[in-house]
C-alpha cells in the first residue's frame, strides 16, 4: 500500500510559481512511475506529468510543456511539480498519483494508476 500527500498549493498571481511536493509512503515508491494531474471545477480531471522510477523519463501535456518540470527524488519518497508562468487556467486541484507499471510515466488516462492523493488546490489570479 502507498499514500501520497501532496503539499505547495496556494494563491499566485499570473505569471508566478509554485512547487507542489508529493511524500510518499511504502518501500516500493522507487519502482513506481508517478504522475501529476489537475481537475478544474466542472471539468475532467486532466494529465499534467508523468515521470519514470527512476526520473529518466518525463511527459506533459501540451498546454504546460516549457512551463511545468517533474522531479523525483527517490531518497526522499517525493515527486515534486515545479510550476513557473503560471497562468489562470492553471487553476484547478492538483493530485498526484503513483502506478504500479514503473514505465507508465506517459499514460494519461488516470484509470492507469493506482495509489492517489488527496489533492492541492492551485488559484492563479489574473
Known amino acids: 500500500q502507498v499514500q501520497l500527500v501532496e503539499s505547495g498549493g496556494g494563491l499566485v498571481q499570473a505569471g508566478g510559481s509554485l512547487r507542489l511536493s508529493c511524500a510518499a509512503s511504502g518501500r516500493t515508491f522507487s519502482s513506481y512511475a508517478m504522475g501529476w494531474f489537475r481537475q478544474a471545477p466542472g471539468k475532467e480531471r486532466e494529465f499534467v506529468a508523468g515521470?519514470?522510477?527512476?526520473?529518466?523519463?518525463?511527459y506533459y501535456t501540451d498546454s504546460v510543456k516549457g512551463r511545468f518540470f517533474i522531479s523525483r527524488d527517490s531518497a526522499q519518497n517525493t515527486v515534486h511539480l515545479q510550476m513557473n508562468s503560471l497562468k489562470p487556467e492553471d487553476t484547478a486541484v492538483y493530485y498526484c498519483?503513483?502506478?504500479?507499471?514503473?514505465?507508465?510515466?506517459?499514460?494519461?488516462?488516470?484509470?492507469?494508476?493506482?495509489?492517489w492523493g488527496q489533492g492541492t488546490q492551485v488559484t492563479v489570479s489574473s
Open positions: 515521470i519514470n522510477w527512476n526520473g529518466a523519463r518525463t
Open positions: 498519483a503513483a502506478s504500479t507499471y514503473s514505465d507508465n510515466y506517459n499514460n494519461a488516462r488516470p484509470g492507469a494508476y493506482n495509489y
